[in-house]
DNA sequence: GCTAAAAAAGTAAAAAATACTTTTAATAAT
DNA sequence: ATTATTAAAAGTATTTTTTACTTTTTTAGC
């Protein structure tokens, strides 16, 4: 009975978001992989899960050994589990998939198994988003979960992520827009406290609408039940200085 | 290095939800396991996923086996998967969590490693919620995660489920409630088209609130853009017939 | 001090939610 | 058949919230 079971390697897939103050756009942390299956291929930092460490500590340990971060403090929250047979090409691995929301964009440094590690710009398409730098630039997919995996891409290729990768960042960004308004973690990434005009940019772009189409004012009155004030303004523009916020805490 | 990656079992667990028409309340599907671990406890319906078997074919199998359901369609959606490592008392198992929406209240049949099968009475309490019959009543817990997990029961006992089944029905139920607004598939378990009164009852029960409390007239406008009309009207009860409606597909 | 920029603060109109009443369509009793 | 009863649909006025827009405040730079 118990050899027909299946003993799955547990991958932990972790997108990490961040803020670039300088451009004010979102960022999204991918890896160039050093090895094969996808050698050369960018692709959203993952770990195999070890006997013996729980998915939480895998998950730490991926952002602190792949990438070099060495943060005190970060939210990380599961996003979803990924076991189609055929996302991997090899041996069976189930993605234990997380999210994480540095709140400061941090220098990188390409740990093990990694050829390099950069930070994507992260905007929004008409139809779906883009992950971009100078050299390369991805795209969310705008299918359905069965229409993906029938053709998913089993050779390298420049223009698309490793295995699903592109499907599980698209569900990623479902999952951040359905909780915009009632839990709206993704804020997490503008550090401990943000201004309102801070916090439209990052609803705009999950919205793909533009800063300007969510009025401040109107803002603020419709969010304050999320935020708290914190008390202090930053001083960090022209103008009048804005009030800083943070994100009220649950229960 | 392969030697220290972990190759836990995988554990399908699935929350099996339908509404009783003659009670008019919501059930959930408690399985009394045959085998130890927690031999004669209840739990929530589980199976091991086997090799070759994708995790919806294990969930599907494990209503099929265990249930003796036979239904041609159900909605099965993922819940999260519960990685903690004092979860099993033996050999380390990663539970993946599905959601099942049955539309109709099947008569069970207890198969493979069931000593018995029943549909519990999901009731709101003030502060969680409860599962009942005759003999038993379980609650879900309002406490964390982490400190659910440290005071996990690791010895059988009539007053709790088996392994951490209490905190995955407390996710569930949080789930539930937060999708009420946006994408209320809990309505499935009133099967194809239901009736506005219906689906107040269960937005009432995860509320915890009363029917009376959610004004009939209001309720229909608040929640029109959910639904599409199906037409047809029922003939149950005394009184003006109800419409039926039906969930407006997503996208 | 004056001007520009950016956010806070305020305000009136529009829209939505709520509480409540009336009408309609069925059943069951007379 | 007529009438009472039930329950839902439909309608309505009040309240509340959202939205669009205007004014004021607070800073930086000249």
Redesign the interface.
């Known amino acids: 009975m118990a050899n027909?079971?299946?003993?799955?390697?547990?991958t932990i897939t972790n997108i990490i978001w961040s803020f670039n103050q300088a451009t004010q756009q979102i960022q999204v942390l991918l890896v160039k992989r050093a090895h094969d299956p996808f050698k050369n291929n960018w692709a959203l930092p993952e770990t195999?899960?070890?006997?013996?460490?729980?998915?939480?500590h895998a998950a730490l340990r991926l952002i602190k050994e792949k990438i070099g971060l060495t943060l005190a403090e970060f939210h990380t929250e599961?996003l979803?589990?990924f076991?189609?047979?055929h996302r991997t090409t090899g041996e069976r691995a189930?993605s234990?998939a997380y999210m994480t929301f540095l709140p400061e964009m941090t220098p990188l440094q390409a740990g093990y198994g990694a050829l390099d590690v950069r930070w994507f710009a992260f905007t929004p398409l008409e139809a779906a988003y883009q992950l971009s730098n100078q050299d390369c630039l991805f795209q969310t997919t705008t299918t359905t979960a069965d229409e993906y995996y029938q053709d998913l891409p089993q050779t390298p290729s420049d223009q698309q992520l490793a295995f699903d990768h592109q499907w599980i960042l698209t569900v990623a960004c479902q999952r951040i827009l359905?909780k915009l308004d009632?839990q709206p973690n993704i804020l997490m990434i503008l550090g401990p406290s943000f201004t309102l005009r801070e916090a439209r940019t990052i609803y705009a772009a999950f919205r793909k609408t533009s800063l300007t189409a969510i009025d401040n004012s109107n803002f603020k009155k419709t969010h304050q039940h999320l935020f708290l004030e914190a008390g202090t303004t930053s001083q960090l523009r022209v103008g009048r200085p804005a009030r800083l916020y943070r994100l009220k805490p649950q229960n």
Chains 1, 2 share one sequence.
């Not at 027909?4 to 547990?10: Q, S, V």
């Not at 195999?48 to 939480?56: I, K, L, P, V, Y």
């Open positions: 027909i079971l299946e003993r799955p390697l547990i195999f899960m070890r006997a013996n460490e729980s998915a939480d599961q979803a589990t076991t189609n047979q189930l234990l359905n009632y």
